[in-house]
Every structure is written in C-alpha cells, then in structure tokens.
C-alpha cells in the first residue's frame, strides 16, 4: 500500500508547521482571495492550490468566503480604478493584524500593465504589502512558499500586537 | 464494474499530492524561473534593457556610472534577456521561491564605469565592452587613449 503511504519525517515537519500556524493564529489560517483586475492567470493557479496536486488545507491553511473570516488577503492584478474601492473597503473588513499578500508581478508592481489611467501599478500603492509573490504568474508551489513566509510575517505582527498598542 | 476500474486505477497511480514545501520540488525541463546575473561576465552593454517587455531591467548613467537594475517584482520571465545576451550573463533558472518581504528585497543592482572618448569625450559604452572606435571623432584603439 505504497500509495498512503507518508516518511515520518514528513509528518515530523507538518506537526511542526502546524505547530508554528496553531502558535501565531490559536486556529488553523484563513485566508481570502481578493481579484483587484487581475488577468486571472494568477487566479486559475491561486484555484490550483486547492486540488489535490497541491492540496493547501494538509498544511491547515483554507481559503474562506468572505474577508470578515480572514486572517490574511491574497491580492492579485494591479489594482485597477474600477476595484480600488473594492479593495479599500475589502481590507476595512478583515480583522486586525491583517496580513497582505501580493500574488504576481501585477499585484507586486505593475507588471505588464504599468502605472495608466485605469491601472493601479502595484497592491502597495495603495495599502501596506507584507509579502510579495513574483511570478507571471507565480506556480502554485510558489504561493505555497509565499504563504509560509507569510505566516513567519504574522507572528512578528502578533508580538507586537500582543504587546499592546503602538 | 467502473467504480473497481476506477478503485484499481487509483491504487496502480498512487499518491498524486506534491510533497512540496517539506521535499524540494524540481520544476520540470523548460520551466523559465528566476533570471539570474552573473556579474562577473557582464559587460555592462544593457542589451537586455530595451528588449524587456516589462521593464523590469533598467539601466542609468549617472556620474561616469551605467546603472543596472533587475527588477524581480516587474518581471514576467519570458526569457527575451537570455536571448538578447550576447556574453551568456543573464539567464533562466529553475528557481521559482522568489516571496520576499519587500520590494528591495527583489532587486539586483549592479554599476558598470563608464568609458568615454579621450579625444571628444563622448561615452562610447562600459569599460569592460573595450570600444574600439568613437564615430564622432574618428578615434581608434589602436591611438592609445592618453588625450592628444
């Protein structure tokens, strides 16, 4: 029965990274992915993440339905003039500390598009980028490693939330 | 019988998931990744600057300096630097764990000095492209450079 069967010392290392999420979130990480104009080459990678090639929820990270659930927000596409709204009033939704991710070369500076009338250029434009996910669009092992990044961001900005206020 | 078709199937295939994030993952043969530069075989020409679809590689003259810059948040690997490299510098990886936590974590910035005319100081390119000839003023290598 080879095909169940996982080396221990990889269940040794999810134990530990779950370990590591359980520490900084008290619950497994949720997060929201926002589409601020994005070409939807990222999007179809982000959906990608979730099948069982790649499987995110064996790491206990999910990815929920509504931004007021999430602890973290996965931006893709140059923010565009049409969703700029959109994502100011998508960060004013989800709870503090909040973590941003920039998915693509889009979200992360432009890209392709630039800076026009009707594009963006960049998710840090317009509100505070905590981890940047370049690719074109980035493979779904990348936004794997992007998020454990992530979760390395979060417990700094736990600590100091802990800590109390600024 | 599908549904022992099916059951036999799954068995035969085994387990499908990547083990990515605890075992290194080999992207496969082709697969255009970070673009790397090797600053030691680098002359400093920017070839790669004006064929860059996205403007991700930069260059700058400033104070008898030509500034490169790679921008990794800006670039969407299409490969056309590799092509238009004619020292074999710039080139594709395989490397696609590219997240960091800010954007000057993404660049790559490099100066080349600048080499100018001794006779009409007009820049002929980076000492390390070696001009040999200025069209402006008629200079040749072989002239020597001390100013006449």
């Known amino acids: 029965m080879s095909w169940t069967f996982i080396p221990p010392e990889e269940i040794a290392a999810r134990h530990k990274l779950n370990g590591a999420i359980r520490r900084v979130f008290g619950r497994s990480l949720h997060a929201r992915h926002l589409d601020a104009g994005s070409c939807n080459g990222c999007d179809a990678e982000l959906v990608a993440t979730t099948n069982p090639v790649y499987d995110l929820q064996r790491l206990g990270i999910d990815i929920v339905a509504s931004p007021r659930h999430a602890d973290l927000l996965l931006v893709t596409g140059v923010v565009t003039r049409n969703l700029e709204r959109a994502l100011y009033e998508t960060i004013r939704a989800t709870p503090e500390p909040r973590i941003v991710v920039a998915i693509g070369a889009c979200a992360c500076s432009g890209g392709m598009f630039g800076e026009s009338y009707a594009s963006g250029g960049g998710v840090d434009r317009f509100v505070p980028v905590d981890v940047y996910v370049p690719g074109c669009p980035p493979r779904p092992q990348a936004i794997l490693h992007g998020l454990l990044v992530a979760v390395g961001r979060a417990e700094q900005k736990m600590k100091a939330v802990r800590a109390g206020p600024m | ?148």
């Not at chain 2, 800006?74 to 092509?83: A, D, I, K, P």
């Not at chain 2, 490397?95 to 660049?107: I, N, Q, Y």
């Open chain 2, 1 to 148: 019988m599908p549904l022992l078709q099916l059951l036999r199937y799954a068995i035969a295939k085994g387990r499908r998931t990547v083990r990515y994030p605890f075992e290194p993952d080999a992207p496969e043969a082709g697969f255009r990744g970070k673009p790397e530069v090797d600053l030691e075989r680098c002359t400093g020409c920017t070839a790669c600057a004006p064929v860059c679809p996205s403007a991700a590689i930069t260059s700058r003259e400033e104070s008898g300096l030509r500034v490169f810059r790679l921008d990794y948040a800006l670039c969407v690997f299409c490969g056309r630097c590799e092509e238009a490299c004619a020292d074999g510098a710039i080139r594709l990886t395989t490397d696609f764990e590219l997240a960091a936590r800010s954007r000057e974590d993404l660049r790559v910035e490099a100066s080349f000095k600048l080499f100018v005319c001794p006779i009409c100081s007009t820049v002929l390119g980076t000492e390390r492209e070696k001009p040999k000839e200025c069209k402006t003023c008629g200079w040749t290598a072989d002239l020597g450079t001390t100013a006449q």
